[in-house]
Nanobody
Framework: QVQLVESGGKLVQAGGSLRLSCAAS????????MGWFRQAPGKEREFVAG????????SYADSVRGRFTISRDNAKSTVYLQMNSLKPEDTAVYYC????????????????WGQGSQVTVSS
């Protein structure tokens, strides 16, 4: 029932900015938390940022805090990831995810996933 579709990934220069979008369908009031994860080749999927749909409370990985901002537009059932000051190590496939009630950082906690959007940061 729940479907998540990411968009916005592309190749950018180091130091540049990019905004990813995740359009969601089938969400209910109980689908409280939306998150962004990323996975680079040969690495495990890791938490990037999360947000509670009800009140906008956020959480960030240390590696992106101060550079990335997660936000949501509940009326449009969309969550965004604004990425600034991008670094080559940010290169990864970025995934949108959703779960119920608690904002956590483990990929295994999340119930629904998008297909991923490739972000490549050059230099």
């Amino acid at each position: 029932q729940v479907q998540l579709v990411e968009s916005g990934g592309k190749l950018v220069q180091a130091g540049g900015s990019l905004r990813l979008s995740c359009a969601a369908s089938g969400l209910t009031v109980s689908t409280l938390v939306m998150g962004w994860f990323r996975q680079a080749p040969g690495k495990e999927r890791e938490f990037v940022a999360g947000i509670r749909r009800s009140d906008g409370i956020t959480s960030y990985a240390d590696s992106v805090r101060g550079r990335f901002t997660i936000s949501r537009d509940n009326a449009k059932s969309t969550v965004y990831l604004q990425m600034n000051s991008l670094k080559p190590e940010d290169t990864a496939v970025y995934y949108c995810a959703a779960r119920y009630f608690m904002l956590t950082t483990s990929p295994s906690d999340y119930d629904y996933w998008g297909q991923g959007s490739q972000v490549t940061v050059s230099s």
